[in-house]
């Protein structure tokens, strides 16, 4: 179990940009999230994914937010002319499907900051 | 729509004392799951404890318990003997398994042990 991997872990970019975080999950695990977390509050939900489908996508996301799980392994999350109001932390956590009340294993998070 | 919410934004407890953290939350489903995770400062998030919705009986994880109200909504941390490694957020999470596994998290508690 190498656990949940991030990257960048820090990534700085100016408004109107794009940038792309990767999330590998723990390899047996089908289901993938993607939640955004600003200083201070709880974990808000993105999406979701088992194996390749996105089963959800937050109402709260506007287009400029995409994510993919191509091959059911890895999975992208991308952001399109970015926005100051999009610095913030993306966590990423895998669970398996085995056991309906496995927990959330989360990665270390991407932090953003827009300038 | 599940919500989940913690009143106690910050609590502090001495080291070996007992500390209680609230969570109640709002859903109409039967099926469900609840968690509390620990987010240490500039680490990972990691679980706690769990409970299953359809058993009576409290959790316990070595320190950790809880006390499950079903009927009143109610999902409180129990932490006795504290730690100066408690020293975290702590998140209460709601995971309905009857529609598609999505984890809603509370704003957290941040909970401080002092020595």
């Known amino acids: 179990d190498t656990g949940v991997s991030q990257n960048p872990r820090h990534k700085i970019t100016k408004r109107g940009q794009n940038v792309t975080f990767r999330c590998d999950p723990i390899s047996e695990h089908n289901r993938l999230y993607w939640y955004r977390q600003t200083l201070g509050q709880g974990p808000e939900f993105l999406t979701y994914?088992?194996?390749?489908?996105?089963?959800?996508k937050s109402r709260l996301l506007s287009d400029r937010f995409s994510a993919e799980r191509p091959k059911g392994s890895f999975s992208t999350l991308e952001i399109q002319r970015t926005e100051q109001g999009d610095s913030a932390m993306y966590l990423c956590?895998?669970?398996?499907?085995?056991?309906?009340?496995?927990?959330?294993?989360f990665g270390n998070g991407t932090r953003l900051t827009v300038t | 729509a599940q919500t989940v919410t913690q009143s106690q934004p910050e609590m502090s407890v001495q080291e070996a004392e007992t500390v209680t953290l609230s969570c109640t939350y709002d859903t109409s489903e039967n099926n469900y799951y609840l968690f509390w995770y620990k987010q240490p400062p500039s680490r990972q998030m990691i679980l706690v404890i769990r409970q299953e919705a359809y058993k009576q009986q409290n959790a316990t994880e070595n320190r950790f318990s809880v006390n499950f109200q079903k009927a009143a909504k109610s999902f409180s941390l129990k932490i006795s003997d504290s730690q100066l490694g408690d020293t975290a957020m702590y998140f209460c999470a709601f995971m309905s398994y009857s529609g598609t596994y999505k984890y809603i998290f509370g704003t957290g508690t941040r909970l401080k042990v002092l020595a």
């Open positions: 994914f088992q194996n390749e489908a996105q089963l959800e």
């Open positions: 956590a895998s669970s398996p499907r085995q056991g309906q009340n496995s927990p959330l294993h």
